[in-house]
Nanobody
Framework: QVEVIESGGGLVQAGGSLRLSCAAS????????MGWFRQAPGKKREFVAA???????TYSDAVKGRFTISSDKTKNTVYLQMNSLKPEDTAVYYC??????????????????WGEGTQVTVSA
């Protein structure tokens, strides 16, 4: 069983920055994919960014150029640096992991394990 734990959410003013962290524990692999998704009230869960240890990273159009996903493979941890935040970025951010995968994906059911989510609120 893999445990996924997010941290780093909070309240920030528009134009500000936040950094989310996500650690996956319980399984070690040379191949790993991890992704960030978010869900705002009344909306469907949407893809934000993803990364794999071997295939690089990808972003949704909504965050491209503002968010950066990075990883520390030695710790099975990924980070989401969020800059130039907008009120529409307000959501619960979820981290997901796919141990053993050498590719990433932008759809939620690709990932096997999920965190509980962390709230990000951007005030106008």
């Amino acid at each position: 069983q893999v445990e996924v734990i997010e941290s780093g959410g909070g309240l920030v003013q528009a134009g500000g920055s936040l950094r989310l962290s996500c650690a996956a524990s319980g399984r070690t692999s040379s191949k790993y994919a991890m992704g960030w998704f978010r869900q705002a009230p009344g909306k469907k869960r949407e893809f934000v960014a993803a990364i794999s240890w071997t295939a690089g990273s990808t972003y949704s159009d909504a965050v491209k150029g503002r968010f950066t996903i990075s990883s520390d493979k030695t710790k099975n941890t990924v980070y989401l640096q969020m800059n130039s935040l907008k009120p529409e970025d307000t959501a619960v951010y979820y981290c997901a992991a796919a141990p053993g995968s050498d590719v990433y994906a932008d759809y939620w059911n690709f990932y096997d394990y999920w965190g509980e989510g962390t709230q990000v609120t951007v005030s106008a």
